[in-house]
């Protein structure tokens, strides 16, 4: 089960039922090679789609999203350039925790080593979550980040919608209920019945125990500290962050920075609207380049 300080499943048919789901959901992903990569926190799967030419993207994702939360992207992302994909350590997913993760340097820590691992630069994508995570990689080790994109990043640009927070701790006051109701919330609307990254998003709620504290939220001058150039794509109804808040932040402290609302957008635009970021992420990495 491991440490009171370490996240591990409840037992081992929770496990193999998350497993069995997660492995369901690579299997609709486009063909990928994976491998794993040892870090000081613990080892981390990591997932590689196309061989394109150029600086390679590394995609972040989500809590609790996995590296499946990214199927309605990598079609598009891989047939350009070489995509790597991880799942987050400390969460549940293929990656797997060893020693505590005492907080952000930590997250930014193991993160560094896979960048060096798959041959970074690269440029991040980070969703939700991923996108702090991204963030804080950035302001500790910006050399390993050519550019960076946030996708409706959580607690970065903006703190969390009171809203959210309520579900978030209902979700550990009553398990079940509540993390349904997270998920419902976080992503603003009902998921298609036979979308085959739900179960793995519901099953890793129910059936994976996080040992990791509440991320801090990044100062000014750590933004101001960014030197690579930065994409922000915030939805205009996100349930997670007030979008006209993060857009104002992020133009007043970030010095090379695009920024952009998109009012029908929910924190699940990587999803909902995955043309339309794959194209923006590919016109952002061509100005980049």
């Known amino acids: 089960m491991g440490s009171t ?3 591990a499943f409840v037992d081992e048919r929770a496990r193999a039922r998350y497993a069995a789901a997660l492995h369901a959901a690579m299997a609709a992903l486009p063909a990928h090679v994976s491998r794993t990569v040892d870090t000081r926190f613990g080892t981390v799967r990591v997932h590689r789609f196309g061989t394109g030419a150029g600086t390679p993207l590394l995609l972040v994702p989500g809590r609790i999203g996995t590296t499946a939360m990214w199927a309605p992207n990598l079609p598009a992302l891989a047939a350009r350039r070489t995509v790597w994909a991880l799942d987050l350590l400390g969460e549940p997913g293929a990656s797997v925790q060893t020693a505590p993760i005492a907080g952000d340097a930590d997250q930014a820590a193991w993160l560094a080593e896979v960048v060096d691992a798959v041959g970074g630069p690269v440029h991040l994508v980070g969703a939700s979550l991923g996108g702090r995570w991204g963030t804080e990689l950035a302001v500790c080790h910006s050399g390993a980040v050519r550019s960076l994109a946030l996708l409706d990043p959580a607690h970065t640009l903006a703190r969390l919608r009171p809203g959210f927070v309520l579900a978030s701790l209902a979700s550990l006051v ?7 109701l997270l998920l419902r919330y976080a992503g603003g609307a009902e998921p298609p019945p036979d979308d085959p990254i739900t179960p793995v998003m519901e099953l890793g709620a129910r059936a994976y125990r996080m040992r990791l504290g509440p991320p801090g939220f990044p100062s000014d001058a750590a ?20 979008a006209g808040r993060a857009a104002a932040r992020a133009r007043a402290l970030i ?18 609207h ?7 992420l590919e016109a952002f990495h061509a100005r980049v380049e």
């Not at 009553?174 to 349904?180: I, K, L, S, T, V």
């Not at 010095?255 to 909902?272: G, I, Q, R, Y």
């Not at 995955?274 to 923006?280: H, K, L, S, T, Y």
Request: avoid cysteine; aromatic fraction near 2%; glycine fraction near 8%.
């Open 5 to 7: 300080t370490v996240g």
């Open 174 to 180: 009553a398990p079940d209920r509540g993390r349904a």
């Open 223 to 242: 933004l101001r500290s960014l030197a690579m150039p930065v994409l922000a794509l915030l939805g205009g109804r996100s349930t997670v962050l007030r």
């Open 255 to 272: 010095p090379d920075v695009e920024v952009e609302v998109w009012p029908d957008a929910t924190h699940a635009l990587p999803s909902s």
């Open 274 to 280: 995955a043309d339309a970021v794959d194209a923006r």
